[in-house]
């Protein structure tokens, strides 16, 4: 793995330490349950209406119906994912997206082949 480039570390800044540790794991080793705390940290930072607590979170969490995201909110969370973890995030995928599963899942999926291999 790479070490994490200036900007990705940045645009962590604002993030909980909980949150930084995570990233760093999945840095050092691939850990693609250190990348579910980043997603949800994620998910929670961009979503429509910050201004109020954000509810409680869990896998089954829907980002429309739950969280509020709209077509401009999903664009900006995508983009943050895409160069945080240095991938793409076609519309394709996108649109199999509904819960936070389903967005680690996709995450994942597409940080399987930069993952490296088991020891």
Known sequence: ?????SSS????????ADVLAA???????????AVQAVVIAAVLDYRPG?????PPVT???RLIEDLAYDSVSIAE???????LFDLTISNQDIMQVRSIADLRACVVRKL???SPPAA
């Open 1 to 5: 793995m790479q070490p994490p480039s």
């Open 9 to 16: 570390k940045s645009a962590l800044a604002r993030f909980p």
């Open 23 to 33: 990233y760093e794991r999945y840095r050092a080793n691939g850990d693609p349950e």
């Open 50 to 54: 910050r201004s109020s607590p954000p």
């Open 59 to 61: 896998a089954t969490t």
């Open 77 to 83: 969370l995508v983009f943050f994912l895409e160069d």
């Open 112 to 114: 399987a082949p930069k």
